[in-house]
């Protein structure tokens, strides 16, 4: 077995031990992205910027940095903005975009030491659910290439579990981090609303965009969010939240708990509208053979409700959208990327430019969200949605008397196969069981579960788990329990 195929934590094992230099990893891993090309999980490598950063990592462990991340190879997805390379969240409209400065995630990670080999393909402005809206074309799945690796953040997923890259970063507005990890065998964590900086995220629907990580184990997830997460003033919805040790967490004993039972005294909330009609059998089976092994390790499994659960997807594809079609006005052939060549006036080249450079999802969701927030149905739709929002929050406050944590399925079913999923709505429908997190603002992660059945045997299963606002430590340990008593997140691919 190679390094790269080990997972974050052994990788910065070896180079802390000086058993390999980051040049070495950096290489292998840029060997085997443009090996697998054809997944189509990059749409840009960077493999000079790369080297180089990874020449400076080695000359800075050499004169003693003992920066968290140093060396470790990671890929962004293409929604954050980079100096150094390309960004065109997924859209043709970006073009030929270079930003003048990094996000604040880009910056943190590289501050931390990790070095990026490039960026990875999404839905259009993270606005999908399998990968199928991007402009680069689709992601095959790595455990299936004939499955959709799930999305938005489908490059990214496919990447991390296909060993192109041990992690890399993502970004969930109403599942884009869970539902591609749990789609792709990995671990994505998207952090509590205003954790990590929106500054330089190409923004989607603002209230709800988080950025978060994705990586084999929940123990990576742990080490990468420990360095893209904390305040940021450039961030007005960012929040002044010291930032806990995330890897110190995983382990820390619980009270009343010993090793054989760590999660003893750990409430798991079951909410029995997320295992009604709609989830397919075999990803109910896996979720709940999931469960009996947290149960297993000392947890204690409650019936809990969501009541206001299934309107998530009405309100959710009201807000997404309404908050799209205001944020993507800023794309109008004046500012950024894409303009028309031909056009006889103003008014003109902003539609032939927005006509040319949005793609048929991007429209759709911008007449929505344009329809929605309009005089007259403002008060129908957007207003009502709200409300539902504010509903859907209180339903989780409530559960979160009885229970520690919540879980449940991350998708309803296992990925479908590529080009199998034509109609919108069937896609929206599929990010039931994400939304409701999402519109809450809380902290949710996909953990590798197990497989499918039959033809389905090769397509990986997540379940969900969810904690209440600022309880990433509590989550990641709870996964990380999950993961030593397991060995789904060990799986990898045949490619
Ligand atoms: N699938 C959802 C959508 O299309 C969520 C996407 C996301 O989280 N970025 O909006």
Redesign the pocket.
Known sequence: MSLADEDLRVQAQALRDGTASSEELVREHLARIERHAGLGSFVHVDADGALAAARAADAARAAGSRAPLLGLPLAHKDVFVTRDMPTTAGSRMLAGYRSPFDATVVARLREAGAVCLGKTNM?EF????ANENSAHGAVRNPWDPRAVPG??SGGSAAAVAARLVPAATG??????IR?PAAMCGITGIKPTYGVCSRYGMIA?ASSLDQAGAMARSAWDCAMLLGAMAGFDERDSTSVRHAVPDYTAALDAPREGADAARPLAGLRIGLPREWFAQGLADEVEQAVREALAQLRGLGAQLVDIGLPRSELSVAA?YIL?PAEASSNLSRFDGVRYGHRAEHYADLAEMYANSRAEGFGAEVKRRILIGTYVLSHGYYDAYYLQAQKIRRLIAQDFLRAFESCDLIAGPVAPTVAWDLGEKADPLA??LA?VH?LPA?LAGLPAMSVPAGFGRGEHARRPVGLQLVAPHFGEARLLHAAYQLQRATDWHRRAPAL
């Open positions: 839905d993270a606005m999908g659910s999305g938005s970004t969930d507005t109403g599942g884009s539902q989607y959710y997404a896609n929206y990010d994400t999402s």
